[in-house]
């Protein structure tokens, strides 16, 4: 059976893969702090023999005993507001934790995948993205601390590589929706779904017409998978290239909610917020044969079912 350890299990990515895994048949370890992640979202996996939870940050020294096929790397603060609250931990899980786990990895003989993001291409001078553009970060905003950390991941990644020939897969992840994302994470689906579910003002920041481009969680799964099995080790960018402006996104989840007394408010936009945002994804089609299945109009409604069970009205 293989065996897989996965950082960020309890977390909105990571309890999506834990649940995948599960399903492959593999041995999945768990790993968090729950400085953000929700030990709910994994519980239904505790009664099962192949599941393992421990509760560890792994800025800290990472023991797992016996043979680790997998490491997925996907603990860190991830939300604006998150990384804004708790900027050390982001950068030391970010750059300690991932040292950590390399080296966990180089002592198992594991293959390592780190989760990377669209955030280390900044405020984007080249649209869509692709792989091999460098990227406009200003190191010292608010999201440097998240985005500077994510990209000395990806450097520390590339020197374990080279340097000691460890096998590593390196994920640039583009804005991702789905269940079990937090009601109060501040990122811009849970808060307009929680916002029109209360009845209250859609919190429009700027003017709404900056750009994101939203992919389901099953189909980020789905590629983050091929991805590591794949024989790749260079970045790779997973995501839905169909982009929209915050206004249009806005009006989508309005008219699916369709609650009549919620409605648009305009906040100031926050600093260094990117102007647009879209994957190439033409290296993942190539080299995975992937691209994403599930339509924003399919994803927004799974993700609706999910939010009216969580949003208290009250
Ligand atoms: N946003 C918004 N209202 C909100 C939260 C976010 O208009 O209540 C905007 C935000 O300014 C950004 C986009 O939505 O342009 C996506 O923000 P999010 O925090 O979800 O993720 P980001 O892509 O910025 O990391």
Redesign the pocket.
Known sequence: MKRILITGAAGFLGSHLCDRYIKEGYHVIGMDNLITGNISNIEHLFPLKNFEYYHHDVSKFVHVPGKLDYILHFASP????DYLKMPIQTLKVGSLGTHNLLGLAKSKGSRILIAST??VYGDPLVHPQREDYWGNVNPIGP?GVYDEAKRFQEAITMAYHTFHGLETRIVRIF?TYGPRMRVED???????FS?AIRGEG?????E?D???AFCYVDDLVEGIHRLLLSDYHLPVNIGNPSEIT?MQ??SEVLSLVNNPKAHIIY?P??VD???Q?QPDISLAKKLLNWEPKVSRAEGLIRTYEYFKKVVSVN
């Open positions: 991830a939300s604006p507001i669209s955030e999201r804005n501040g990122r811009v689906l849970p808060a307009f916002q859609l919190t429009v920041f700027g709404g900056q750009t994101r915050i996104f806005a906040n936009l926050p917020d990117p102007k945002r």
